[in-house]
């Protein structure tokens, strides 16, 4: 059919609105965290313990936490995440379309571009994580809260800790994700072009290789997430060590886990994060790449029509 328009499905449809690309993006970055969050809470406790108290299997870590505290123990922090996550995923997503339509000619689109696509996902989780970042502070804080609630959370940093304490973590979250997401671009894009030659809609294409893409930048940048969780939990009342609670800086939040943990304090909660990332990696472009299928969908009926 000469009359229709040929459609690049590697990037949303140039006729794709700002609110479809918005959508699109906060769909997949909700499925992404809503899912493992379990696994993210027992991270988080792992990484902030001081001497461990949990089974090393992580089966009955879970069944001991659930057992003693009850069967939503590992869900608190959950409303601070969906509130953050979907908008920070929307910029997120719309941000690296827009960069790789700038960055990337259209005639080239369809070749390998590393280097371009790294630098698209850089450029988007700097945007994201400015938004995402006090929504992930408050996120760890209420894991190891107890009862308390998302705004109660929320005050309480504020009042004790001011405004800045949101964003303690911001340039350790920005030196662990751009690495982080820059090889899960890399990697996913490169795996689905080696995988999906034709650049067909394949769902278990998408969620095979956004699996890879996320345990091995899970396993890469966990001594980074190490050193995030200490300075967004440093406030919080079950940090007992005086040294982790003056731990406000890059330096001294690694110096302080190399203090109490030695260099393996570094890899503390890399099963659950690699466990974790999996999954959410898979979910979270599986989830773009099926609202993307249904753009172009919709494109494709408007030119037909």
């Known amino acids: 059919m000469s009359g229709v328009e040929e459609i690049d499905y590697e990037a949303l449809p140039d006729s794709a609105s700002l609110s479809s690309q918005l959508m699109a993006g906060a769909f997949a970055g909700i499925m992404e965290h809503f899912v493992m969050f ?27 936490i659930t057992t003693t505290e009850g069967s939503l123990a590992l869900w608190k922090g959950v409303q601070s995440m969906i509130l ?3 908008p920070a995923h929307a910029v997120y997503f719309s941000t690296y379309e827009y960069m790789k339509k700038t960055l990337i000619d259209q005639k080239d689109m369809q070749t390998h571009q590393p280097l371009k696509t790294a630098l698209s996902g850089a450029t988007a989780t700097i945007a994201s994580d400015a938004l995402m970042n006090p929504f992930d502070t408050i996120k760890q804080r209420m894991q190891l809260s107890g009862s308390e609630k998302t705004w109660s959370v929320t005050k309480n940093i504020y009042h004790k800790e001011g405004l800045r304490a949101f964003y303690y973590s911001y340039p350790t979250t920005i030196a662990m994700n751009i690495p982080f997401v820059s090889l899960n671009f890399v990697i996913y894009e490169s795996s689905t072009k080696l995988f999906n030659p034709t650049n067909e ?3 278990l294409v998408h969620c095979l290789c956004g699996g890879l893409s996320g345990a091995t930048c899970a396993a890469i940048t966990t001594p980074l997430d190490c050193i995030k969780t200490v300075l967004q939990v440093r406030g919080s009342k079950s940090v ?3 040294v982790m609670k003056k731990a406000n800086t890059f330096r001294k939040a690694a110096d302080a886990i190399y203090h109490v943990h030695g260099w393996k304090g570094f890899l503390r909660g890399i099963k659950p994060r690699i466990i974790a990332n999996v999954p959410a990696t898979a979910i979270s472009w599986t989830a773009y790449e099926c609202a993307k299928h249904f753009l172009m969908e919709n494109r494709t009926d408007h030119v037909n029509n």
């Open 84 to 86: 953050g996550a979907g």
């Open 201 to 203: 809609y394949n769902p």
């Open 240 to 242: 007992s060590l005086e």
């Open 38 to 64: 379990p696994f993210d809470a027992l991270k988080t406790r792992i990484q902030s313990q001081t001497q461990s108290t949990l089974p090393k299997n992580l089966i009955k870590q879970i069944s001991k």
